[in-house]
């Protein structure tokens, strides 16, 4: 027999924010935004949970607490509609379109019962006979009561900290024209929010609402529940030997269970009294039978122990009930789902009992507002802790909402999440810099991340300086249209310090860096400098510039600078009678004279191409071949210092990066490590971060730059797999300051990849405060575009030679991979 849902509907009025239903209960509704999954550690769910424990405690008797949790099966929506996105991006947008993920919402509902509401049951429901009206509802006086115990919920669970509250306007409870409410979202298991559609609701055969089959798990017995429960459990996937990875006691009913679901929590709080002296009436009833049958001497000792704890531990009774619906419109799927979430309720040591004879008047119960008519045949006799330990605590990844940040994935779905390591975590006051270390072995993926992380902050307009050894930033260069500087026998490293671009001016910064070039040439590092040749060096280049205002034709460059100072210098100094003592000229000349047209060195500061460092926003300096020269690799760190210093200083306003790959240990040992201590400690002054990448945990050890300067002025850390250094993990734990959540968390990663996607984990600590694990997984072209694979890396060239651009001959490799794996 069928009949129209609005004769049965139990909701009455929506108003002010309140659920009036035809009983004379009234509900109170809050959205929830809980913590992200796997970013608390054991101690953090405890406090999380005696949080639940305390703000139960505040709701009154007779009132009925319903958390509903909706995890819905959806998939990332790419933006096309930007023009401004580059190639890379666009790629990214396409290759994770349609990506599915589990989306999740999640509502606490408070109701209030009238005093004289009688309790629900299968049979006495009012889905059957909606019409029961109460005597009397509750007047304003209660009303505000019972606002004021929603509120003191309300605050007790932000001020933990872990979680916030919002309450549910009358627009989101009921549907308006534009968009579809709370009501009609549970009623039809609607997955889209904004659709107006409209379902059948079937009773006769389980429960099917439209075209989708649903079945009903319930955790409604004491007998099918778990010995212990506690706050968190260990993830198995994710722990080793020496850590326990902690995840909330019913994690695996939530985000991990990953199919289309409601987890339905319901806590009913009882008056202490009478739940006492109803349970000693059982009490004796079960001792007079205790004779007849096993079974009943059994529950008279489950009995006491139940109210010796009561009285001895001053604990509150609550009736409980936990039930999952789960869902498909593929009958032919249901069977699969109804292992995956048998397996998910024995993962917490639950028996599963599928229900079919109560399942309509349990579903029903659950609809928003219709709490108190939950059937109470359906729940069992527990404490208030224990009943805690079976809500869901977390949610799924979200993404930050700052413009600034990096495109890393989901570690579930690999759902991309817009991720902000810089600027957000200042804000929110867990970090005073934007400085980063970097720690990966080889073949962890460092390079790889690196380069997805300097690409996302050259696309928001950042100046990025990157010093590198082994070529691991050339594709990325050349995508972005930077200058690459390396040192090859036929196209040397060449630098030229003297260019000042048309319409700037020399300024004292500009003085002084070529000063501290001049005299890095000229003198030894055990030599000194005298104040009289400091001021020469002044007074020859303050005449140079002016000597070039008059001669415009003359290219600004070492060559022409030996030449001034050969010829008019030299003849300015002895007009001056400038003795040899203070000022050396022939000196100076002769041991410069290898970096003059026809020297050695010839090349070195001559440059007429790549010439205005300070606004190209993009610039590698790759010293793989001259790290170990005793002439060149001095003067070209000099010269990186010296430019990220002027950077830092002259842009305004504008973010800048220095990016030291492993590099850095031979520009510690020639003498720069004042200048990495310099930026590392004063950068975040002038918009800017200092990032530094490296391989092994000796290095750390044994430089005290790093120790001292690195280290301990870089608040946000990144580590890459460390499963190699798992056993002496001890040791990098106590050099950076991780907490134990954060030593788990790192040797997590990688431990359960999707053996389906090509991606790696990534370990980012914010401060010590916030930690996470994302994935690194990108599209085919960013993959080619970053990769350091030799092989990979002279294919792509080849194309890049055969189409004309590497961008066009990324597109055409990455294509014909595609469709090799399709194959």
Request: net charge negative.
């Amino acid at each position: 027999m069928e009949k129209l849902l609005e004769d049965l509907l139990p909701i009455l009025e929506v108003s002010g924010g309140c659920l009036l239903s035809k009983q004379g209960d009234v509900t109170l509704g809050f959205q929830l935004q809980l913590p992200e999954i796997f970013t608390l550690s054991e101690q953090q769910y405890e406090a999380f949970h005696q949080s639940w424990v305390k703000a139960l405690k505040m709701l009154p008797v007779g009132s009925v607490f319903h958390k509903q949790d909706y995890f819905l099966k959806s998939t990332y929506k790419a933006d096309f509609s930007r023009d401004d996105t580059s190639f890379l991006t666009h790629c990214s947008e396409r290759f994770f379109n349609e990506r599915p993920f589990l989306d999740h919402r999640c509502y606490v509902f408070i109701t209030k019962k009238p005093t004289d509401r009688k309790p629900s049951s299968s049979i006495l429901s009012n889905l059957l006979r909606p019409s029961l009206f109460p005597k009397e509802s509750l007047d304003e006086q209660a009303l505000q009561e019972f606002r004021g115990s929603a509120g003191q919920f309300k605050r007790i669970m932000e001020d933990s900290g872990f979680v916030k509250m919002r309450p549910l306007e009358d627009q989101e409870l009921l549907s308006t024209a534009a968009k579809q409410g709370l009501l009609e979202q549970y009623l039809y298991l609607s997955e889209n929010s904004g659709s107006k559609l409209m379902r059948d609701i079937h009773f006769d055969k389980g429960i099917r609402i439209g075209d989708q089959y649903c079945q009903l798990f319930t955790l409604a017995d004491a007998a099918d529940l778990p010995g212990v429960c506690s706050a968190s459990i260990p993830y198995e996937k994710y722990s080793s030997e020496r850590t326990k990875f902690s995840t909330g006691f019913a994690s695996s009913l939530g985000q991990l269970l990953s199919c289309n679901h409601i987890y339905n929590q319901f806590i009913f709080i009882e008056d202490p009294d009478k739940a006492l002296k109803r349970l000693e009436s059982k009490r004796l009833r079960l001792q007079s039978l205790s004779l007849h049958a096993r079974e009943n001497h059994l529950a008279l000792d489950a009995t006491n122990e139940f109210l010796n704890e009561a009285i001895k531990e001053q604990r509150m009774p609550v009736k409980a009930h936990f039930n999952l619906m789960v869902w498909s419109d593929d009958l032919s799927q249901m069977k699969e789902i109804k292992n995956m979430t048998t397996s998910a309720l024995a993962q917490i040591d639950a028996a599963a009992r599928q229900e079919i004879t109560g399942a309509a008047q349990i579903f029903w119960g659950a609809m928003p507002g219709n709490q108190a008519d939950f059937p109470m045949n359906e729940t069992f006799d527990t404490f208030t802790e224990q009943a805690a330990c079976f809500l869901n605590l977390e949610t799924s990844y979200r993404s930050s909402l700052s413009p600034v940040g990096i495109r890393l994935g989901d570690r579930l779905s690999g759902r991309p999440m817009h991720v902000d390591i810089s600027d957000e975590p200042i804000q929110m006051g867990i970090c005073t810099n934007r400085n980063k270390f970097i720690l990966g072995p080889s073949g962890s993926g460092k390079s790889f991340f690196t380069n997805h992380m300097v690409r996302s902050y050259f696309e928001t307009g950042a100046h990025i300086v990157l010093v590198d050894v082994g070529h691991s930033y050339k594709g990325l260069c050349d995508m972005v249209g930077g200058y690459y500087f390396t040192y090859e026998e036929k196209s040397p490293i060449e630098f030229n310090p003297f260019y000042v671009p048309k319409g700037e001016q020399l300024d004292t910064e500009k003085k002084e860096s070529i000063k501290t070039l001049l005299l890095s040439l000229w003198k030894k590092d055990d030599e000194t400098f005298t104040r009289s040749e400091y001021v020469a060096l002044s007074n020859a280049l303050t005449l140079y510039f002016s000597h070039l205002d008059q001669n415009p034709d003359i290219f600004a460059c070492f060559n022409s600078f030996y030449e001034f100072l050969k010829l008019d210098f030299t003849r300015i100094i002895q007009a001056d009678n400038v003795k040899e003592k203070d000022f050396d000229i022939h000196n100076f000349l002769y041991v410069l004279m290898p970096y003059y047209r026809g020297g050695e060195f010839d090349y070195l500061l001559n440059a007429k191409r790549n010439l205005d460092l300070l606004h190209q926003r993009f610039i590698v300096f790759e010293l793989d071949n001259v790290k170990e020269h005793p002439i060149l690799f001095p003067i070209v760190t000099i010269i990186i210092m010296e430019l990220f210093i002027s950077k830092m200083r002259k842009l305004e306003g504008t973010r800048k990066v220095l990016l030291i790959e492993e590099a850095w240990k031979a520009i510690a040992k020639e003498g720069m490590d004042e200048y990495i201590k310099y930026i590392f400690k004063t950068v975040r002054k002038y918009f800017g971060e200092a990032i530094v990448v490296t391989q092994e945990i000796e290095d750390i050890i044994s430089s005290p730059v790093v120790k001292q300067a690195i280290i301990n002025n870089s608040d946000c850390k990144i580590l890459l797999d460390q499963s190699k250094y798992q056993n002496k993990f001890d040791q990098i734990q106590d050099l950076l300051g991780l907490t134990e959540k954060e030593k788990a968390q790192v040797l997590s990663v990688n431990k359960a990849n999707d053996p389906l996607r090509k991606y790696k984990e990534v370990f980012i600590s914010l401060g010590g405060v916030l930690s996470k694990v994302y994935r690194t997984e990108v599209s085919p072209e960013e993959y080619l575009s970053y990769t350091t694979e030799q092989t990979e890396k002279v294919k792509v060239n080849q194309y890049a030679r055969k189409y004309g651009s590497i961008k066009k001959g990324i597109q055409v490799l990455a294509q014909e991979m595609l469709a090799a794996a399709r194959q």
